[in-house]
DNA sequence: TAGCCGTTTCACATGTGCTTCACGCGGGGA
DNA sequence: TCCCCGCGTGAAGCACATGTGAAACGGCTA
């Protein structure tokens, strides 16, 4: 079945999701997510590693088909790397894949340079 | 069994619930409580750190199913944090979890300005 | 009966979320 | 080089959720 998801935990890097409970942690500590923004995570997270559509993403967090145009999960994308970012600045989770969609993994965030270097 | 809350004790901080005695202390002194007041933060305490939605709070300590519009157990939140605020000033227990309902955990109560003190 | 206490309900204040828009940037193709 | 398209980002406007004080209500007791 579809919703035999009780137990469920996912995990990245030092950030755990949990369906569930309707609960994020980071670091061991809750994450204050909007239900909308909370329902993007879960649908992204069950799909880590994997490159996820914008219109699939909104057919199943918004339950309703994307209408041309619409920028929603763009705008949600941000608000959670924002949280994210906050909590755990040392991690990047939500990657972009132009013209793809979105891909969840947990990376570290480092910055290269073009000397090589990391700031 | 669910019901073998005999010697249980709920710690949280300096707070300390006692469902079977029907009593709270807060920093060792009691706490007086409603009935309904004592109700709902025993069931609270008992789900520390888990976010519970409003309908299963009103549903276990009033023992009926909430109706739709029904504010009550935002009413009664808000008391606990009137006499938890009173008795406990540094610290904060129940937290609000925005179109989910409320987690019950003892944090500190500092408040975090934009340039990051503490005053 | 008057008063107290706890509960429920209500109205208003405040806070937060959702959608849409506008602008900017950067890469790729004409 | 210029233009177009996809995406990042901040903000405005409205809707909804929650906080809060007080009135209304009912049972109990002095």
Do not use: C
């Not at 809750?30 to 559509?53: K, W």
């Amino acid at each position: 079945m579809e919703a035999a998801h009780d137990g469920e935990v996912l995990q990245a890097g030092r950030l755990e999701v949990r369906p569930a409970e309707s609960l994020v942690l980071a670091n061991g500590r809750p994450l204050n997510l909007s239900v909308t923004e909370f329902g993007l995570l879960v649908e992204l997270a069950r799909r880590a590693e994997r490159i996820v559509a914008r219109e699939a993403l909104y057919a199943v967090v918004w339950g309703a088909e994307m209408r041309v145009g619409d920028r929603s999960v763009d705008v949600y994308v941000h608000k959670l790397r924002d949280k994210l970012e906050t909590a755990l600045p040392e991690w990047r989770f939500i990657h972009t894949h132009v013209g793809f969609g979105y891909r969840f993994s947990a990376e570290p965030s480092q910055r290269f340079y073009t000397d090589g270097t990391t700031r």
